[in-house]
């Protein structure tokens, strides 16, 4: 029944910038902490940005900071990610996820999330 669904994936020219929508539905995640998520070819899945329940926390992967921003509207249940001076290591699919429960603790660490959504490609060209 809960479901996330990540949209906004595309080519797009290094120094470009795109912008990811994931939107929940079947369940309110207003008091849980979503992230960010990608996995490139021949690489293991990393958590890329994370944002607490109330959106006044966030962590990033560090060779993102600065380029990426993670943002949330509780009221449309829906998180975003800003990607700004994308690189051609940046392509990879992207991923969104919800916190398994209300009192999982650290939103940072991707061992917290149980909820995924099913991926959008992002390709970087250069």
């Known amino acids: 029944q809960t479901q996330l669904v990540e949209s906004g994936g595309r080519l797009v020219q290094a120094g470009g910038s795109l912008r990811l929508s994931c939107a929940a539905s079947g369940r309110t995640f207003s008091r849980y902490g979503l992230g960010w998520f990608r996995q490139a070819p021949g690489k293991e899945r990393e958590i890329v940005a994370a944002?607490?329940?109330?959106?006044?926390?966030?962590h990033y992967l560090d060779s993102v900071k600065g380029r990426f921003t993670i943002s949330r509207d509780n009221a449309k249940n829906t998180v975003y990610l800003q990607m700004n001076s994308l690189k051609p290591e940046d392509t990879a699919v992207y991923y969104c996820a919800a916190e398994s429960s209300y009192f999982s603790g650290n939103y940072a660490s991707a061992s917290s999330y149980g909820y995924w959504g099913q991926g959008t490609q992002v390709t970087v060209s250069s």
């Open positions: 944002i607490n329940w109330s959106g006044g926390s966030t």
